[in-house]
């Protein structure tokens, strides 16, 4: 397909198309991030696994792992490729990106399009590490999906984001009209809450991690994280408390469970990485948390705290996964990258600001437009330095 200039499609708020040039800056930020504060590579993380790699704290994982260690990186994901007029998805282009840069400098890059639920994806993935990596020090599980086919029975599963045992009542933004409305939200069944257990809790880590044990791929010491979330009490009811959370507890279980039944006997660790509140697809798909995440930005910032995806990730990885680095916990074992939102003087902040916003004062007294364009920027619009008028290749390969 000739070269054309792309502009932002939306449908509402979501943007259904995606901008190559402006997600391949996306990534050279973030690989520029790592290397300016690791000039030469750490030790400790030589192959690595990320489920979950292309967008969102999966895709800095696998930068923070490939630019500040060296690491040779094997990425899973789910995108869409492009099929002319359409573009592809944003985190298709990411990694095109990753992939560019990776030849560039040298570093082994792998990826598996494919849906990470799926026997035949772990089936493939096991060839390539086994092929070209071989041992793994590292497994990263970062997916964040709507539904889930369960490999073994076929059943389909769907996530919903809803609050267990009452409704929930507080205020949210309406994406579409930009109006601050009040939102009730009903109480999710039973079977709701299993399903998104089934989705987005530990039984699928705990598969991947199965199948690379009984292949023998995992190094011995090696170690496997998987990301959550816990947020401040205002978002409780939707998030903490809610379907999403009792699949949260769910990944705390799997964590004990897969570390007792396979890292112990290689020495190594599993745990959960407890991050902070990022403007991401899935994250902005959560009621209430927009407004949340229009807010908490104000505070950070005010204090020098402000961190993104790739500063949070080269937190994790040069704190607490490089060699002679000794991963700080909680006493649940979870290692906490949310210590700055939620100390009490910026959560104070926002709750001192909450109960005043209205549609009228949303753009005066909150960060929404940052969280506008920071989530129009996924998608690789709104980028700096990008020329949207000049035409670009949307038929790219990885
Ligand atoms: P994201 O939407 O940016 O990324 C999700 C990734 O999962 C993408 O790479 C996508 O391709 C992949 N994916 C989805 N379904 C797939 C499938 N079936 N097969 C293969 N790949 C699939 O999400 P994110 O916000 O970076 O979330 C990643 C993890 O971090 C989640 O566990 C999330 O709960 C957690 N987390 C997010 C936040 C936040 O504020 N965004 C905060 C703390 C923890």
């Known amino acids: 397909m000739p070269a054309q200039a792309v502009k932002r499609k939306s449908r509402g708020f979501i943007c259904i198309n995606a ?8 990534v050279a930020r973030q690989i520029a991030a790592i290397i300016s504060h690791a000039p030469s590579p750490r030790a400790g993380l030589r192959n690595v696994l990320v489920i979950g790699a292309s967008t969102g704290y999966g895709l800095a994982s696998r930068i923070a792992a490939a630019w500040g260690f060296g690491a040779r990186t094997l990425g899973v994901f789910f ?69 889930r086919v369960h490999p073994k029975t076929g059943q389909v599963f769907s996530s919903v984001l809803k609050p267990v045992g009452a409704s929930f009542t507080n205020k949210t933004i309406e994406l579409d009209s930009e109006k ?20 987005m809790g530990g039984e699928d880590w705990e598969m991947w991690l199965s199948a690379l044990y009984d292949e023998g791929l995992l190094a011995d010491g090696a170690r496997t994280i ?11 009811p939707i998030y903490r408390d809610g379907t999403i959370g009792q699949a949260k507890k ?4 799997a964590a004990l469970r897969i570390r007792a039944r396979i890292m ?8 959960v990485s407890v991050n902070k509140a990022v403007v991401t697809q899935a994250s902005a798909a959560i009621p209430v948390v927009p407004l949340y995440l229009s807010l ?22 040069f704190d607490h996964l490089s060699d002679g680095a ?12 949310d210590d700055r939102e939620l100390r009490p003087d910026v959560q104070a902040e926002i709750a001192e600001l909450w109960p005043r916003v209205t549609t009228e004062n949303l753009r005066q007294i909150t960060a929404f437009g940052d969280f506008q364009r920071e989530f129009r920027s996924l998608f690789g619009f709104e980028v700096e330095g990008v020329d949207y008028d000049a035409p670009v290749e949307t038929d790219l390969a990885l």
């Open 226 to 236: 998987a990301y959550s979330y816990i947020g401040p009490a205002v978002t409780w």
């Open 296 to 317: 908490l930005p104000l505070a950070l910032r005010k204090r020098g705290l402000d961190e993104g995806c790739i500063e949070q990730m080269r937190r994790l990885f």
């Open 180 to 199: 601050v409305v009040p939102v009730t939200l009903q109480p999710a069944t039973e079977q709701e809450v299993a399903d998104t257990v089934a989705v």
């Open 264 to 271: 112990a006997r290689l020495g190594g660790a599993a745990r």
């Open 326 to 337: 000794a991963p700080k916990t909680d006493d649940a074992g979870r290692i906490r990258l």
């Open 250 to 253: 769910d990944l705390d279980a």
């Open 19 to 26: 901008h190559p040039e402006g997600c391949r800056r996306n």
């Open 79 to 147: 995108e869409r490729p492009s099929e002319a007029p359409k573009t592809a998805s944003a985190g298709f282009y990411n990694t095109a990106a990753l992939h560019e840069f990776a030849r560039r400098d040298r570093l082994f890059a792998a990826s598996l399009n494919m849906d990470a639920f799926s026997d035949a994806a772990k089936r493939q993935a096991i060839e390539i590490i086994r092929r070209e990596m071989m041992p793994l020090d590292l497994v990263v599980y970062s997916l964040a999906s709507p539904r």
